[in-house]
């Protein structure tokens, strides 16, 4: 009888194992404040021979969207595949003033792949709230990461010898080197000394550049421009991540076969460089096309169509749906703002966009924004707000309840850079559509947090 149960026992761990290692590993690779057109595959300007390798071997969105114009959001959406105002998120957040952060009911990514028996690590910048002397906020092991390298917002003073990283709650000091060297350093010894090699792994590499204050060594940006040129370093900045990328690649080659890893690429918004938003109108902080369009790459080989370039209009929101469809794991049953991109990616099945993308940015000007096929749907605020820049939480009931005006509507197929206007000429699409956003406005209100009466959980 003893004899038996242990069998029964080693079988079960065996057939366990197997299940573990047929799971990918699943590497998510974030750049903050980097344009629609900066990198090579996209024809911008910065060589980027790692990146453009990862879209060669895999499917390019030509369309790829942000979860946001600015970047706590968009990375609270890419971490739930749900709208941040859902999340808790309402705009970027500032610590020592708000109480806003990440909210710990909502499931993140990190959670699912845990429950699905996966080794998790977060590296590089978080911003989506950290605690403080006066605010107890949780942390990324509160989101399912098993261990954590991260700064509250920017790496500082700079990119170069940053002194603000904490790893797993603890402040690392000053260190030597630039962020995105730094932190794909971190990845690789997790990698190496603290994974657990028996189960497939997360690794969820958000770099610092190019968000100012901006640096890269100077033999990278002399090849750009003069050393004190700000546009020459921001392309250092983004050729420096480049080299950092190829060197987690080699690593990831040594610990995982290609075949066997996911990689997702994709910013958290648009450039703040009005040159580097590839002719789009607006930039970083707004919910025009420059502020939300961003790159897109997936990169799975033999699973993801090699090559390809996806004219269906995507983006951050997407991300947990797809990895969960495509991993073949159970969502947790919660609207998703987003939709399962597993079809396009691995073109099998038909997709199909359950709800129209959607944006809301409160100092944005225009403050929502709705793509839908080719039609984009912008809108300003409705009512009175203070013009304090900075995001206040007492003004979130206004914001629930706010209603909004000047309604423009745009082909972005005709018309990318959105200069022409057609509500007037298309009045009963205008109509149609303008429904359509308050239906998903609406939702998203009645879920959003109230930080305003110290919301915690």
């Known amino acids: 009888m003893f004899d038996l149960k242990c069998k029964l026992t080693l079988a079960l761990f065996f057939i366990a194992s197997l299940a573990h290692a047929?799971?990918?590993?699943?590497?998510?690779?974030?750049?903050?404040?980097?344009?629609?057109?900066?990198?090579?595959?996209?024809?911008?300007?910065?060589?980027?021979p790692a990146l453009d390798g990862l879209a060669k071997g895999g499917t390019r969105f030509q369309t790829f969207y942000s979860g946001c114009a600015v970047c706590s959001p968009s990375r609270a959406v890419l971490l739930t595949g749900r709208h941040h105002i859902r999340a808790g998120v309402y705009s970027w957040i500032h610590d020592a003033s708000q109480n806003s952060h990440l909210l710990l009911r909502e499931i993140t990514l990190a959670e699912i792949l845990k429950k699905a028996g996966y080794s998790t690590a977060h590296v590089g910048k978080w911003h989506l709230g950290l605690p403080t002397e006066t605010r107890n906020k949780p942390t990324p092991d509160n989101h399912g990461f098993d261990y954590w390298f991260a700064t509250w917002n920017n790496a500082s003073p700079s990119h170069k010898n940053p002194d603000n990283f904490i790893r797993n709650g603890k402040p690392v000091g000053p260190m030597k080197g630039y962020a995105c060297q730094l932190v794909v350093d971190e990845a690789m010894v997790w990698l190496d000394k603290h994974r657990d090699a028996d189960k497939p792994f997360f690794l969820n590499v958000w770099f610092h550049e190019p968000h100012a204050p901006i640096a890269a060594p100077d033999k990278i940006v002399s090849d750009y421009g003069k050393l004190r040129d700000r546009a020459a370093i921001y392309s250092g900045t983004i050729d420096n991540t480049d080299r950092a990328v190829a060197r987690l690649l080699e690593k990831l080659k040594q610990v995982a076969p290609a075949k066997?890893?996911?990689?997702?690429?994709?910013?958290?918004?648009?450039?703040?460089?009005?040159?580097?938003?590839?002719?789009?109108?607006?930039?970083?902080?707004?919910?025009?096309?420059?502020?939300?369009?961003?790159?897109?790459?997936?990169?799975?080989?033999?699973?993801?169509?090699?090559?390809s370039v996806s004219q269906e209009p995507a983006?951050?929101?997407?991300?947990?749906?797809?990895?969960?469809?495509?991993?073949?794991?159970?969502?947790?049953?919660v609207?998703?703002?987003?939709?399962?991109?597993?079809?396009?990616?691995?073109?099998?099945?038909?997709?199909?966009?359950?709800?129209p993308l959607f944006?809301?940015?409160?100092?944005?000007?225009?403050?929502?924004?709705?793509?839908?096929?080719?039609?984009s749907l912008v809108a300003e605020r409705g009512y009175e707000m203070s013009s304090n820049n900075m995001f206040k939480e007492e003004w979130i009931p206004t914001i629930k309840k706010g209603r909004y005006r000047n309604y423009q509507l745009f082909?972005?197929?005709?018309?990318?850079?959105?200069?022409?206007?057609?509500?007037?000429?298309?009045?009963?699409?205008?109509?149609?559509?303008?429904?359509?956003?308050?239906?998903?406005?609406?939702?998203?209100?009645?879920?959003?947090?109230?930080?305003?009466?110290?919301?915690?959980?």
């Open 22 to 48: 047929a799971r990918p590993n699943v590497v998510m690779l974030l750049a903050d404040d980097l344009g629609y057109q900066d990198i090579g595959c996209y024809d911008g300007p910065v060589k980027t």
């Open 359 to 375: 944006w809301h940015l409160q100092r944005s000007k225009p403050i929502v924004a709705m793509r839908d096929g080719n039609f």
């Open 315 to 333: 983006g951050l929101v997407d991300v947990l749906p797809t990895v969960c469809g495509l991993l073949g794991l159970e969502k947790p049953k």
């Open 411 to 457: 082909d972005l197929k005709a018309d990318p850079n959105q200069t022409t206007d057609l509500s007037a000429k298309k009045p009963e699409l205008l109509k149609k559509l303008k429904a359509k956003l308050l239906k998903i406005n609406d939702s998203i209100m009645a879920d959003g947090a109230d930080w305003h009466l110290n919301q915690t959980r």
């Open 260 to 307: 066997n890893t996911l990689i997702i690429y994709a910013s958290d918004n648009g450039s703040y460089r009005d040159d580097r938003t590839g002719g789009l109108r607006g930039r970083k902080g707004v919910n025009w096309e420059g502020g939300i369009r961003v790159p897109g790459i997936f990169h799975w080989p033999g699973k993801i169509k090699r090559g």
């Open 335 to 355: 609207h998703h703002d987003g939709s399962d991109l597993s079809a396009i990616l691995t073109g099998k099945g038909r997709f199909d966009r359950h709800q």
